[in-house]
């Protein structure tokens, strides 16, 4: 079954520390598409990036980085000096092949609480 | 603002109540999302259409049915409402449904039933 895990329910850090969210994810699938999103008190969901199975390059995105690693079955994001206005719930999920990486049918974990305190 | 609109915002009803929400997509998106979201079962995907056609269905009750009209708004409808049905209901949209859309999602309808 499909299948994300964010092990971590809150984290607490102070501003400038930088701050690793987990997410582990089970798939029978050889094709999938991972994400992030970003939940901010507000309320709207923020969609922060999309990876395909087949890429497993880290990516970065200002103080945004991925960690795709395929041999553990994980997809790691780190924020790098972490700012107050990055404190929100923060959510990795999951999407099958057949939905051609849309998305559509995600699955999501049930996120991360980041408060990023100054 | 992600250009998506959802209506309205807040609502309240009673159990065994219905009840309608109601999507606007950006401007070109052919594609609509519906998620839940509640503090029992996190985020779930329910339904999505892509112009004006079912195209994947997730976990969504059958009290609970959709659509999308020819103006691409979509409509979720919601009845025999139960205390548990209780959540944030999301629209996304996106102008396909491949990998290399985006989707955007509104800002929820947060619907209370007491």
């Known amino acids: 079954a499909q299948k994300v895990t964010q092990a971590q329910t809150e984290i607490s850090v102070v501003e400038k520390e930088d701050v690793t969210l987990d997410c582990v994810y089970e798939?029978?699938?050889?094709?999938?598409?991972l994400f992030w999103y970003k939940q901010p008190p507000s309320g709207e969901l923020v969609f922060l990036i999309r990876r395909n199975s087949f890429d497993e390059q880290n990516e970065i995105s200002g103080r945004y980085s991925w960690n795709f690693q395929k041999s553990t079955s994980s997809f790691n994001f780190t924020i790098t000096a972490s700012q107050v206005v990055d404190s929100a719930v923060y959510f990795c999920?999951?999407?099958?092949?057949?939905?051609?990486?849309?998305?559509?049918?995600?699955?999501f974990g049930k996120g991360t609480k980041l408060s990023v305190k100054p | 603002d992600s250009g998506v609109t959802q209506t309205p915002k807040h609502l309240i009803t009673a159990t065994g109540q219905r009840v309608t929400l109601r999507c606007s997509p950006r401007?070109?998106?052919?594609?609509v999302y519906w998620y839940q979201q509640s503090l029992d079962q996190g985020l779930q995907f329910l339904i999505q259409y892509y112009n004006g056609e079912e195209r994947a269905k997730g976990n969504i009750l059958e009290r609970f049915s959709a659509q999308q009209f020819p103006d691409l708004h979509s409509e979720l409808n919601l009845s025999s409402l139960e205390l548990g049905d209780s959540a944030l209901y999301f629209c996304?949209?996106?102008?396909?449904?491949?990998?290399?859309?985006?989707?955007?999602f509104g800002q929820g309808t947060r619907l209370t039933v007491v």
């Open positions: 996304a949209s996106s102008v396909g449904q491949g990998r290399n859309t985006e989707a955007f």
């Open positions: 999920a999951l999407s099958e092949a057949r939905y051609g990486g849309s998305q559509g049918n995600l699955i």
């Open positions: 798939t029978r699938d050889t094709t999938y598409y």
């Open positions: 401007s070109g998106d052919l594609s």
